[in-house]
């Protein structure tokens, strides 16, 4: 049965742009509140505030050329909207791909914060967002342990933002995005191999998710917790528990229900029960096909005919197995970053081979390995294993420069303590001189006075 164990989240590896897109707008306005008055720096929050509105890549760097250029008008400009203008650069190449490009301009406004004139508030926003896309673009290039500390860091401002929000409408909307934060650091805690660990954070969410009646948020805690029971621990009863418990939340789009129904097919599946998953397939399939995004609906039903025919091929069934498979690859789909596709091959050749019927059987092998050989030859997968290398790259020398600040920060502390040391024992040398030569002075005349007396 088909389990997308890598990403429990579905759309993980869009780059999550939840978190630029609901915190930037609010970011600017906010500062637009707090420096009324200043000469330019309005017109630079009015240029970035339209990124947000805009999809081309060239016209959304132009107007961040623009902000740039009336920031360096002066230096209290720059101070004040550098941490802005990169943070707006990063969500434009982040929104468009360039993960590498996104990275570093996150990075540079982290750096920017150290100096940034802007309130407390407005620099939280940027904060949680700069720091959660960092852990989300690391932990799409599979650098996962590496992504946690960017998480932690992004967790801390976001629940220092949920103290200051006074809209309940701005609560809800940071809240969820916390939430989302926890699920995808404790996703990066499963993969460096503590599942245990992962799950009974998630499990510690719950509570609150339904204390704030966050449907989205309790959605997304206990779809993962259920993956988590089935994928790492094989408790097909508390996994399927979790996501019948996820279909009673009221409200939940037709999306996420037709997500929870194929949860549960599998774990039936799983179980050798395969009519009753049969059933919850069945469902899913006729959900997903009322799905009014085309993309989405494809892609779903994909997943769903590809399942359906696996279960089907196990109730020896292969006729209907066969027209199940030949249906998915029919759909139009983006197959060239899908080695799913391979599998469908390989069920084919499978299933003609118990056919007997050697010719179809020889074809989809060839297939399958043509197919496997050009994947693995593929300018996509080239450019996924580039990017993540250079990810990687960026990241490290990030981390050389920090070690260095840090080194050259201690070195600093170190001459600083050095020079007090030498200025207090200069003074204390001093000090001892002087009573020397003072002493050596009173016991000089005492001893002319004592002459006199005796004279």
């Keep these: 049965m088909h389990i997308r164990d890598k990403n429990i989240l579905p759309g993980l590896p869009a ?9 930037c707008a609010l970011m600017f306005l906010l500062v637009c509140d707090l420096c009324q008055g200043q000469e330019g720096s309005s017109d630079i929050e009015d240029l970035l505030f339209t990124i947000n509105e805009i999809d081309d890549f060239e016209t959304q760097q132009a107007i961040a ?3 740039m250029k009336l920031a360096n008008a002066s230096k209290d400009l720059l101070n004040k909207h550098l941490i802005d203008i990169t943070s707006m650069r990063g969500y434009s190449y982040l929104s468009h791909g360039m993960r590498v490009e996104a990275l570093d301009q996150y990075f540079l406004s982290l750096r920017a914060k150290e100096f940034s004139s802007l309130s407390d508030y407005p620099i939280t926003v940027s904060l949680f967002g700069s720091y959660g896309n960092i852990g989300n673009v690391l932990l799409d290039a599979s650098l996962f342990e590496e992504s946690i500390p960017y998480y932690d860091s992004a967790i801390v401002q976001g629940e220092k933002l949920l103290l200051m929000d006074e809209d309940p409408a701005y609560y809800q909307e940071d809240f969820e995005q916390l939430i989302d934060l926890k699920i995808y650091r404790a996703q990066a805690i499963r993969s460096i191999g503590k599942p245990d ?3 009974s954070q998630l499990k510690e969410l719950l509570s609150v998710c339904e204390s704030l009646e966050s449907q989205y948020s309790c959605f997304q805690v206990l779809n993962n917790v259920g993956r988590m029971e089935l994928l790492d621990f094989g408790n097909t009863q508390e996994s399927r528990s979790y996501h019948m418990q996820s279909l009673k939340i009221k ?4 999306e996420y229900r037709a997500t929870e129904l194929h949860n549960i097919a599998n774990t039936y599946f799983e179980e050798g029960n395969f009519e009753q998953s049969l059933v919850y397939i069945d469902s899913t399939i006729q959900l997903k096909g009322n799905l009014l995004d085309s993309a989405v609906k494809i892609s779903s039903l994909f997943y769903s005919y590809l399942d359906r025919g696996e279960v089907y091929y196990k109730l020896s069934l292969y006729e209907k197995a066969i027209a199940e498979w030949q ?6 789909y983006d197959f060239k970053n899908l080695p ?8 084919l050749r499978d299933t003609y081979t118990l056919l007997e019927d050697s010719s179809l059987a ?5 297939l399958l390995k043509t197919y496997e050989s050009n994947y693995q030859k593929s300018s996509e997968v080239i450019r996924v294993t580039e990017e993540s290398e250079a990810i990687r790259d960026l990241l490290n020398s990030i981390q050389v420069r920090n070690q260095k600040q840090s080194w050259l920060n201690d070195y600093l502390q170190i001459a600083v303590l050095a020079m007090l040391f030498l200025a207090v024992l200069s003074f204390y040398l001093f000090r001892n001189y002087r009573n020397k030569k003072r002493n050596a002075l009173f016991n000089k005349l005492e001893s002319i006075l004592m002459k006199d007396n005796d004279s």
């Design 65 to 67: 050329d623009s902000a």
């Design 15 to 23: 780059a999550h742009l939840w978190i630029v897109r609901g915190t």
């Design 340 to 347: 799913k596709l391979f599998k469908i091959y390989g069920f």
């Design 251 to 254: 409200g939940l789009g037709p």
């Design 327 to 332: 249906t998915a690859l029919a759909l139009d």
């Design 362 to 366: 020889k074809a989809y092998d060839d």
């Design 197 to 199: 660990l992962a799950i």
